[in-house]
């Protein structure tokens, strides 16, 4: 991270401390730390512009001088030149470029890993995952593919303690599962996307998912709060959703199909009037 220089602030983080003066001998140096700031601007010495402070150091014997930096590109940013050593010893410490509050500078670095996105992804593309990546664990670390309890030896013949052993020795398991922390991360992700429980869409529905018989419950830890929808008919087709997710697609959800619209009087309207019949007026 960049420094940032301030040197016309004058307010101390503890309001019990006061900085020193600056000595006298180091103060009266500001020809000195000019002339080492134009060396380092390439001799052009209107990149250096009016002396802004002159600021003690916390190390004996040593003050930096401030003067406005007129290098192009570098608004709002000053050179600061370190003087340092005894009366009539005083020599230049170092000559460095530092941003001012109000300076556009870089953001804070970021690692890749950190920057990268789902979205970033494309095909052809490779996106590997580090070894000490703590949502994976070692798949013989973990009880079973979801960290659970050991799966006990069913009558109907379902894979139990020692054939997954034997599969991993094969070379049909796999290296790495998901560790507690994956999954957490990942059902955190899921809870707060675009399909759950505080989606708009969600919000909005009379039946949850959890309820519909388009939802496909996944296996493991996670198979109480998510699914995969099945229906194709709704936007979440194929897609991990929260069990309280709904949307109108719901397979129980029930429309009163019946006319919304009160059915007149049968009206005759053809032109002709149509007059009653009294007693007595057949022939």
């Given at each position: 991270?960049?420094?940032?220089?301030?040197?016309?602030?004058?307010?101390?983080?503890?309001?019990?401390?006061?900085?020193?003066?600056?000595?006298?001998?180091?103060?009266?140096?500001?020809?000195?730390?000019?002339?080492?700031?134009?060396?380092?601007?390439?001799?052009?010495?209107?990149?250096?512009?009016?002396?802004?402070?002159?600021?003690?150091?916390?190390?004996?014997?040593?003050?930096?001088?401030?003067?406005?930096?007129?290098?192009?590109?570098?608004?709002?940013?000053?050179?600061?030149?370190?003087?340092?050593?005894?009366?009539?010893?005083?020599?230049?410490?170092?000559?460095?470029?530092?941003?001012?509050?109000?300076?556009?500078?870089?953001?804070?670095?970021?690692?890749?890993?950190?920057?990268?996105?789902?979205?970033?992804?494309?095909?052809?593309?490779?996106?590997?995952?580090?070894?000490?990546?703590?949502?994976?664990?070692?798949?013989?670390?973990?009880?079973?593919?979801?960290?659970?309890?050991?799966?006990?030896?069913?009558?109907?013949?379902?894979?139990?303690?020692?054939?997954?052993?034997?599969?991993?020795?094969?070379?049909?398991?796999?290296?790495?599962?998901?560790?507690?922390?994956?999954?957490?991360?990942?059902?955190?992700?899921?809870?707060?996307?675009?399909?759950?429980?505080?989606?708009?869409?969600?919000?909005?529905?009379?039946?949850?998912?959890?309820?519909?018989?388009?939802?496909?419950?996944?296996?493991?830890?996670?198979?109480?709060?998510?699914?995969?929808?099945?229906?194709?008919?709704?936007?979440?087709?194929?897609?991990?959703?929260?069990?309280?997710?709904?949307?109108?697609?719901?397979?129980?959800?029930?429309?009163?199909?019946?006319?919304i619209v009160a059915v007149a009087d049968l009206i005759y309207d053809d032109g002709v009037e149509m007059e009653p019949e009294t007693t007595g007026s057949r022939g």
């Open positions: 991270m960049v420094p940032f220089a301030d040197p016309l602030n004058q307010v101390m983080t503890d309001p019990e401390t006061t900085e020193p003066p600056v000595a006298p001998h180091l103060a009266a140096e500001g020809d000195l730390a000019r002339a080492a700031a134009v060396e380092e601007a390439e001799g052009d010495a209107g990149q250096v512009g009016d002396t802004v402070a002159v600021r003690t150091e916390d190390v004996p014997d040593a003050a930096t001088h401030y003067f406005a930096a007129a290098k192009p590109g570098y608004r709002g940013w000053y050179w600061a030149v370190t003087v340092a050593g005894p009366e009539g010893d005083v020599n230049v410490s170092e000559v460095v470029l530092l941003p001012g509050p109000e300076s556009v500078v870089a953001p804070t670095w970021v690692p890749w890993s950190d920057r990268v996105r789902a979205e970033d992804l494309g095909p052809g593309d490779l996106l590997p995952v580090d070894d000490d990546d703590e949502r994976l664990v070692p798949a013989h670390a973990a009880l079973d593919p979801d960290g659970d309890e050991p799966v006990e030896v069913s009558e109907a013949g379902e894979a139990g303690p020692g054939v997954r052993e034997v599969g991993d020795e094969l070379g049909m398991g796999r290296p790495r599962v998901m560790s507690r922390e994956g999954r957490l991360d990942a059902a955190g992700r899921w809870s707060d996307g675009e399909f759950g429980p505080g989606a708009e869409m969600a919000k909005a529905a009379s039946a949850h998912c959890g309820t519909c018989g388009f939802y496909l419950p996944v296996a493991g830890s996670l198979r109480a709060a998510f699914g995969v929808c099945g229906n194709g008919n709704v936007p979440a087709d194929g897609h991990v959703v929260h069990a309280e997710y709904g949307c109108g697609g719901h397979s129980e959800l029930q429309v009163d199909s019946g006319s």
